[in-house]
Nanobody, 126 residues
């Protein structure tokens, strides 16, 4: 049973910041590939960011968020984070923690994660 529990979503103004968290099990965390998906109402699910939890800081970001979002990890807590800065209205979506991929590029560019959580809502509006 894969458990991925997101928290930290909310509402912010354009230009603001949020940090969302995802806590999982030791087993899922150790599968190595984790990251974030998002989905806006009426839109397809898309990859946001991915990382190798057992790697040496290897990450991959969607072009739309590169330079604004940062994915990070806390091995002691089996937790990954998505720090979102300079938020835009276009970032409004349900954000899903995700795990298990073949490559970071595929996970983000094709949303190819095998598992994902219930999601946490992020709303950016003025």
């Amino acid at each position: 049973q894969v458990q991925l529990v997101e928290s930290g979503g909310g509402s912010v103004q354009p230009g603001g910041s949020l940090n969302v968290s995802c806590t999982t099990s030791r087993l899922t965390y150790s599968s190595n590939c984790m990251g974030w998906l998002r989905q806006a109402p009426g839109m397809a699910r898309e990859g946001v960011a991915a990382l190798y939890t057992g790697g040496a800081g290897v990450t991959y970001y969607a072009a739309s968020v590169k330079g604004r979002f940062t994915v990070s990890q806390d091995d002691a807590k089996y937790t990954i984070y998505l720090q979102m800065d300079s938020l835009k209205p276009e970032d409004t979506a349900m954000y899903y923690c995700a795990a298990d991929c073949s490559s970071l590029v595929a996970a983000v560019e094709r949303a190819e994660f095998r598992s994902w959580g219930q999601g946490t809502q992020v709303t950016v509006s003025s």
